[in-house]
């Protein structure tokens, strides 16, 4: 069961990511709805033509009406709306979400839902540090890692299904892999990041540092720009997975504090040079 | 005293950094020769007209006739080149260099030079993760910062040439500061940070990671990618200074950890808005 523009699309959360989907399935030739909170949002994605309808309210015929419906929303926003909406929606409609932790939402959701409507859980790896539809930007997905997270609970066609969006989104490439996994990935490749970042603003309080600055401090320390309530959310949802990649990160973080120590040149260089191996791996493609 | 294009520029290492040094430098019409160790370095730059004249060879009428000597040296390198052909120098000349350390090299330079030569440290805030003169780019100064690091020893007229250098390379901020501010900002701003990226990319060796990898990750280790052979010189020469910062690097990324690990949702909010508010001032100019 692959995507096609015969599909109705109904997004729910039109803001930065909510809103790129929009963009990039209206170019496809989609019919998209969308339903959001602000009526602002609604208004903006009309204008500027990124979907057919939008409304703040929950229109059950919107939702009726949609083959797939795509949740852009905050992990707990997302389970409340599907504690008090669910009903509404009709058997055979395939959900699928951006939602950056998994493990702690993707079994509940699915255990909320009428019978005959499928949750797949996805991830855009794509983003930007600014928020809302008005800053959408469906180039953000070229070149782009899209993660599709199935359970056991998940059927092939919904599998396909979303795996054929995030192709017809424009990801570079897409994967499956279980929610578990996904969360363990997630932890060490963007969460840590974020925390790094972070803390590396929060370790200098000069203000003098911004006229000294070079490109590397600029490009480590653009993710802390950082939405506090989106991550903190998102980091105490995967609290066990993240504390487990800062406890190996910080275990390497030390082995070179101690070679700078005692001036150990050969084991650093030797760190250097596994660094660089494994980087050369990570060119972005597209 | 201002640099003009009636003065004659000596590059002394015809690498990245001395090569686009020369291609900004050529453009602006100055007379620009060099010595480096490669023939092939030579040959690049003499056919893409980074130079005037160039040899492998310590020429000492190359050396006689420059106004300003710019060196683009490994530390080590630097101080070994000036305690063997440093009595070439005519007086009058000025030297400056682009040394990513200061304080254990701008002592030791000006008390090897010949009476009447002056050497002025400078760092200029700008590089490539690729090496060599083939890799060379001017524009790589666009927008970015040129700090000049004078020690008593130097003179008004001195700082203001090495001043209107960066000027000249097309540097958007030049500062002045000494050489201890200088290697106490650059060990946060820039070794702490490849500290970082390295421990980072060491810490984990899952080689599925590169599917599900995303900007911020390919952001934050960019820098990753790093010459082990540079790289750990500068780091065992500024030892203490860098010690210093991940010191409290590591006492901010525990903080953050903690916070995780105890479930205080709001003391990492606080420090989340720390973070996005000193991001701010990091805007790169240009």
């Known amino acids: 069961m692959k995507l096609d523009p015969s599909k109705k699309i109904l997004i729910v959360g039109l803001g930065l990511l909510g809103g790129s989907y929009a963009r990039a399935l209206k170019k496809k030739g989609y019919t998209v709805n969308a339903i959001t909170k602000d009526e602002s949002s609604v208004a903006y994605a009309l204008e500027n033509g990124l979907i057919d309808h939008g409304t703040t309210a929950v229109d059950a015929d919107l939702i009726a009406e949609a083959d797939l419906i795509v949740f852009a929303l905050y992990p707990h926003v997302f389970v409340e709306w599907i504690k008090e909406h669910g009903p509404l929606i009709k058997s055979g409609t395939v959900l699928t979400d951006v939602t950056g932790v998994k493990g702690c939402i993707v079994y509940e959701i699915q255990s909320l839902l009428p019978e005959g409507v499928e949750f797949i859980a996805a991830h855009p790896m794509a983003g930007r540090e600014v928020y809302g539809v008005e800053n959408s930007d469906d180039s953000i997905f070229d070149g782009a890692n899209y993660l599709v997270v199935p359970t056991e609970k998940n059927t092939f066609g919904a599998i396909e299904l979303c795996e054929s969006l995030g192709e017809e989104l424009g990801f570079a490439d897409v994967s499956r892999l279980s929610p578990e996994r996904h ?41 802390a720009n950082i939405n506090d309530d989106m991550w903190s959310e998102l980091f105490l949802s995967n609290q066990k997975a993240l504390l487990e990649q800062m406890d190996l990160y910080r275990t390497a973080f030390d082995r070179l504090y101690n070679c700078v120590k005692s001036g150990d040149r050969e084991e650093m260089r030797s760190m250097m040079r596994l660094s660089t191996a494994r980087r050369k791996k990570f060119v972005k493609k597209g």
């Open 183 to 223: 969360d363990e990935m997630i932890a060490f490749l963007s969460q840590l990041t974020h925390c790094i970042a972070v803390s590396l603003m929060c370790a200098c309080d000069d203000p003098a540092i911004e006229r000294y600055t070079g490109d590397s401090f600029r490009d480590l320390t653009r993710i």
